[in-house]
């Protein structure tokens, strides 16, 4: 829609959130809730219809986020596993290569090397903890094949993230003091996404049928509107 057009990525993150609240509380929690400003399918619409920047680029990191939790949203924040590659190709491409991006910033800050490539600053590898995780957290999720590349990759950055775990279990990188250091949710998500990505055995056992409900939803409106095929 008009108005979906207008949004940021930002933006269209925080909106996916919301319906995703919204539109899984009947089918998870039996709760008749009412839905937002659109529904699951036109929100993944637009993600499709728009072209994602190149790491780096001007709104790299917030399209960055909105993939990671459009799948997220997809596979009911890993409820149900194994995810398919070949189901949302596209997207699995672009978080490969969004990977390898914050894997070597993340590296070149640890390095001391801030001018290595096109970086000016701090910015990219002091955020690459948690963009690192979540990546992680989704491409091993999907099923096995023979892309030895992707496995070296997913080992790389898992053990990068485990060297990141303090003597006190939180997972962190060095970064530049700054308002955001005192918001909790700050300080704990770089530990949350970090445990979530190094669960080595997250395809074993059986997903709940509700979830299995949502995810067979989601999957259709995803189809539906050419997001996933």
């Given at each position: ?53 190149h790491p780096a680029g001007a709104e790299f ?48 800050l640890l390095q001391g090397d801030f001018h ?18 979540e990546a992680v957290d989704i491409l091993s ?89």
């Amino acid at each position: 829609t008009a108005e979906l057009a207008e949004l940021s990525f930002s933006e269209l993150c925080d909106l996916l959130l919301e319906v995703w609240v919204l539109e899984r509380a009947p089918l998870v929690w039996d709760i008749d809730a009412s839905h937002g400003r659109c529904r699951l399918g036109e929100l993944l619409q637009e993600l499709r219809r728009r072209s994602l920047p190149h790491p780096a680029g001007a709104e790299f990191y917030d399209a960055f986020y909105l993939v990671t939790h459009a799948m997220f949203v997809l596979n009911g924040f890993n409820s149900v596993l194994p995810r398919h590659r070949q189901d949302c190709a596209w997207a699995y491409a672009f978080l490969e290569q969004s990977l390898r991006f914050w894997l070597q910033e993340g590296l070149f800050l640890l390095q001391g090397d801030f001018h290595s490539l096109h970086m000016d600053q701090e910015h990219w590898g002091s955020e690459s903890l948690d963009a690192i995780a979540e990546a992680v957290d989704i491409l091993s999720g999907l099923e096995e094949d023979s892309n030895s590349e992707l496995k070296d990759l997913l080992s790389e950055a898992s053990a990068f993230l485990l060297s990141r775990q303090g003597e006190d279990g939180l997972f962190s990188m060095p970064k530049l003091k700054s308002a955001r250091d005192d918001d909790i949710y700050t300080r704990i998500h770089p530990t949350w996404t970090s445990v979530a990505a190094l669960q080595l055995d997250r395809m074993h056992g059986a997903a709940s049928e509700r979830s299995v409900a949502w995810v067979r939803y989601a999957e259709s409106e995803a189809k539906r509107v050419g997001f996933a095929q």
